[in-house]
């Protein structure tokens, strides 16, 4: 089984400050592991996605994450954070395995509120 | 990335009727589709994963005879809330996958139902 944990609900950071959203995930084999925004009303929008190589991963809209192995980790990065990236945000694992199939399994999400 | 379409974007329905949702992959072919639901403030359950040419694989407590799911051709999947209920007034998302390994997901824009 693969499970995906963030352990934030929510996250209130101040425009310009940097942004973190952390996610820990679980799953018997490689993980392939992705982060999703979603505005109000909205479906899921990609952000990026680790599958193997480089450990930092860089992705749309200046968003970043880092794949740490060890502590089965894959927290979401920004430098420098706008009052538009407020939004809803989730982490995403499957199992790379291919008798695992392609199901995503979320996270609970969290939610950003960048105040001006 | 690729397209993904959900019509209609907002349904409202009386209860005891049915309402049909569609998926469409605009610009590939999408081996599988998967349908999911959102509850307010909540992540994404994953309903059922469909095949194009199969019956769908439900998830552990989705009723198949309520959540209806057809995917007849490589571009279109259906899902069909028969008898639909208040309880069934939630977000709906698909999301689309291709043919090779590690193929991404590529999510709709949702659709809104209210069952009055």
């Known amino acids: 089984a693969q499970s995906v944990a963030q352990p934030e609900d929510q996250v209130n950071v101040a425009e310009g400050n940097p942004l973190t959203v952390k996610c820990t995930y679980s799953?018997?084999?490689?993980?392939?592991l992705f982060w999703y925004v979603q505005y109000p009303n909205r479906g899921l929008q990609f952000l990026l996605k680790y599958i193997t190589g480089d450990n930092l991963v860089k992705g749309s809209y200046g968003f970043e994450a880092e794949f740490n192995k060890s502590q089965t980790s894959f927290h979401l990065k920004k430098p420098s954070a706008l009052v538009s990236d407020s939004a809803l945000y989730f982490c995403?694992?499957?199992?790379?395995?291919?008798?695992?199939?392609?199901?995503?399994?979320f996270g609970g999400g969290t939610r950003v509120l960048v105040k001006p | 990335g690729a397209v993904v379409s959900q019509h209609p974007s907002r349904v409202i329905c009386k209860s005891g009727t049915s309402v049909k949702i569609e998926c469409r992959s605009l610009?590939?072919?999408?081996?599988?589709m998967f349908w999911y639901r959102q509850f307010p403030k909540q992540s994404l359950m994953l309903m059922a994963t469909?095949?194009?040419?199969?019956?769908?694989?439900?998830e552990q407590g989705v009723e198949k005879d309520k959540f209806l799911i057809n995917h007849a051709s490589l571009t279109l999947s259906t899902l069909t809330v028969t008898s639909a209920h208040p309880e069934d007034s939630s977000f709906y998302i698909c999301?689309?996958?291709?043919?090779?390994?590690?193929?991404?997901?590529?999510f709709g824009p949702g659709t809104r139902l209210t069952v009055t």
């Open positions: 999301s689309a996958s291709g043919d090779v390994l590690y193929a991404e997901q590529y």
């Open positions: 469909s095949n194009e040419g199969s019956k769908a694989t439900y």
């Open positions: 799953v018997s084999g490689n993980p392939y």
């Open positions: 995403a694992v499957r199992d790379m395995r291919q008798a695992a199939g392609n199901k995503l399994t």
């Open positions: 610009d590939f072919q999408a081996t599988t």
